[in-house]
């Protein structure tokens, strides 16, 4: 059974930092597409960052330069590092992998993300 669960959200002020983790089980994520994706209330699905089994990563305009994706392959963990938190940051964020081989991690979309944790809460503050 696949499952993944995050954990490291929480309320922060503006410049601030968090880091997420996603707890990944049940699949070798290293194989595959993997990806933090957040909600923001009324608002659909955004990709945030996305990381292949190279290792190459790619991120959305909008965190480029403040967020990173890394994954620890042994310990089968995802990780999302957060710095210089904006209040547009303010979302449900969740991890995903797409458990087969896709050939363009971000364009894949959401359909093709087929394993998701329930999500974590981040709330930035002005």
């Known amino acids: 059974q696949v499952q993944l669960v995050e954990s490291g959200g929480g309320s922060e002020q503006a410049g601030g930092s968090l880091r997420l983790s996603c707890a990944i089980s049940?699949?070798?994520?290293?194989?595959?597409?993997a990806a933090w994706f957040r909600q923001a209330p009324g608002k659909g699905h955004e990709g945030v960052a996305f990381i292949v089994s190279d290792g190459s990563t790619s991120y959305a305009d909008s965190v480029k330069g403040r967020f990173t994706i890394s994954q620890d392959n042994v310990k089968d963990f995802l990780y999302l590092q957060m710095n210089d938190l904006k209040t547009e940051d303010t979302a449900m964020y969740y991890c995903?992998?797409?458990?087969?081989?896709?050939?363009?991690?971000?364009?894949?979309?959401?359909?093709?993300?087929?394993?998701w944790g329930q999500g974590t809460q981040v709330t930035v503050s002005s």
């Open positions: 049940g699949i070798m994520v290293r194989n595959y597409c």
């Open positions: 995903a992998t797409t458990g087969s081989y896709i050939s363009s991690c971000r364009a894949a979309g959401t359909n093709n993300y087929l394993y």
